[in-house]
């Protein structure tokens, strides 16, 4: 079967560091809850599980961003958690408190009796989206696929669910850090085919989530965190379709460690809110390109103030190849769909060569 071309690349040149027409622009959790189209698809389906286990309710979904805004870019409708469900423990949504474990694991006799999830069958329902969203698209923008980092997922896994201060998993790693390691190592397999699947099926980037690796410690950042991730990047599929798999990392909270995370091989670092796009580009903007970085609470204001914001993030990061605009973080609940267009409209407008 012969693929459609990709009739908007400017995600993916930008990625690659080469010249675009405009900056190209994308949000993480651009499909969610503030769309009310997504709120009526998850009543149809019945639960958000039910939305990612089903390859036409997750194609459905994806798409919903896409035809309100011109994004350059498509990401799979799915969760970092289904790694972590796929191993058996038990993932449920509680309403309003977010995803939880049935059998959280906290010994190293749990962790051993991990099984590592096969890609292509506990979690073959996240390929067949992968394959149906990518058909769907038929060329129109590229598709990301992703997987939580390696340490982000063990927060949930040990924590039982979310965390303030991730205390369970922070004792451990303090008192038995081999336990940790165990843990981890199995996490970067079971990543790795996880995303070499996603890709096979018809992902054209990766996005790696470290969303908690910034509540590590420096020298615990590189040990429990980069190393895994590290792991990963060398284990992936880079070239596919005749075209280079781009891998962009994201470690919310990481703008102290950027060199480092330069220095994996990867071909993006995503930022939030809290760093100066000049300051990250001249310390890594030569070796890789950078995604970000606006304060999601940005939407909250005007849509003056979310034009002003977007501006000046464009001037920050200034005249150079190698800019990919995103929220520093998810887009939130609260959101007024209508400022984000403002945002997306604006990022095309201001950045037009
Ligand atoms: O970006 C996208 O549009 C793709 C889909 C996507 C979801 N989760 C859908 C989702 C992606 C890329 C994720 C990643 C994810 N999931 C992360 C890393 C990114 C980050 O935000 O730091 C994390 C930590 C999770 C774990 C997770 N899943 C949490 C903490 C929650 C509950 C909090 C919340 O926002 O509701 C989820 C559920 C979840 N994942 C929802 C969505 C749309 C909301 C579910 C619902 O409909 O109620």
Known sequence: MTLPVLKNDRF??????????????????????????Y???RKNAGSFMDLCRNAEFACEVTLQPLERYPLDAAILFSDILTIPDAMGMGLYFEAGEGPRFERPVRTAKDIEALPIPGAEDELGYVMNAVSTIRKALNGRVPLIGFAGSPWTLATYMVEGGSSRDFRLLKELMYKQPEVVHLLLDKLAESVTSYLNAQIKHGAQAIQIFDSWGGALSWP?????????MQKIIDGLIRENEGRKVPVILFTKGGGLWLEDMAATGCDALGLDWTISMENARQ?????????GNMDPAVLYGSPESIR???????????PHNGHVFNLGHGITPFVDPEHARVFIEAVHEFSAR
């Open 308 to 318: 002003k914001e977007v501006k000046r993030i464009l001037d920050d990061f200034g």
């Open 220 to 228: 615990a950042y590189r040990e429990f965190s980069l190393q895994y």
């Open 283 to 291: 310390r890594v903007g030569d070796k890789v390109a950078l995604q």
């Open 39 to 41: 709120r009526a698809s």
């Open 12 to 37: 993916l040149r930008a990625l690659n560091r080469e010249s675009v027409d405009m900056t190209p622009v994308w949000m993480m959790r651009q499909a969610g809850r503030y769309l009310p189209e």
